[in-house]
C-alpha cells in the first residue's frame, strides 16, 4: 500500500496491507505533528508534494525494502493542513523476524526524507519557515522565520 492522502491515515490498514500468516513481526513508525520546532511554538504544518513524482518514489522504496529484506512495506503520507497530534507519515513493514523489520522500517523513512518530493511549511505563533525549501532544492530548512503578511 503506497498512498499519498488529503485525509486521516490509518494505521490498521497499513498494518492489514503488510500482515501475513508468514511474518511474526512488524515495525510500524508514525510521523506526528509536535507543538515546537526550532524553538518556536507550532500551530500546525502544511504538507504539500510533486504527487506523481512522490507515488513513484514511495513505490521504489517499498521495492527495494523487498529485494533488500524480502518483506512487503507500506507507505502511507498525508498532505494539506495537519494539525499538532495528527500523524503525517505511517510506515509498516512486516517481516519473518523483529531485527529485519526493524531494519526496513527505519531505512524506508530515511529513504523518504532523501529521495520523496514532499515539503513542509512549520507554521508557528510568530511565523512561517519551510522544511525542504522547494526554492533550495537541496533538502536545507529555509532558516528564514516569515512574518505574514497583515492586509
Known amino acids: 500500500m503506497i498512498a499519498i492522502l488529503e485525509t486521516e491515515l490509518s494505521l490498521d490498514e497499513a498494518i ?6 508468514h511474518h ?7 510521523g506526528v505533528v509536535r507543538n515546537h520546532a526550532e524553538g518556536h511554538s ?8 510533486y504527487r506523481p513524482m512522490a507515488e513513484r518514489e514511495m513505490r521504489a522504496i517499498a521495492e527495494e525494502v523487498q529485494q533488500r ?8 503520507h498525508r498532505i494539506g493542513r495537519l ?18 523489520a526493524f531494519a526496513a522500517c527505519e531505512y524506508v523513512v530515511e ?12 507554521v508557528a505563533v510568530d511565523g512561517f519557515w519551510w522544511v525542504n525549501d522547494p526554492a533550495l532544492g537541496n533538502g536545507e530548512k ?7 503578511v497583515v492586509a
Open 16 to 21: 492489514r496491507s503488510v500482515q501475513d500468516a
Open 142 to 148: 529555509s532558516g528564514t522565520l516569515q512574518t505574514p
Open 83 to 100: 494539525e499538532v497530534g495528527e500523524a503525517s507519515l505511517i510506515v509498516a513493514v512486516a517481516s519473518p523476524h523483529r531485527k529485519a
Open 69 to 76: 529484506w524480502s518483506t512487503p512495506c507500506a507507505i502511507l
Open 42 to 49: 507550532i500551530q500546525y504544518l502544511e504538507y504539500s508534494a
Open 111 to 122: 529513504r523518504i526524507k532523501q529521495t520523496v518530493p514532499v515539503w513542509k511549511k512549520e
Open 24 to 30: 511474526g513481526a512488524i515495525a510500524t513508525f508514525i
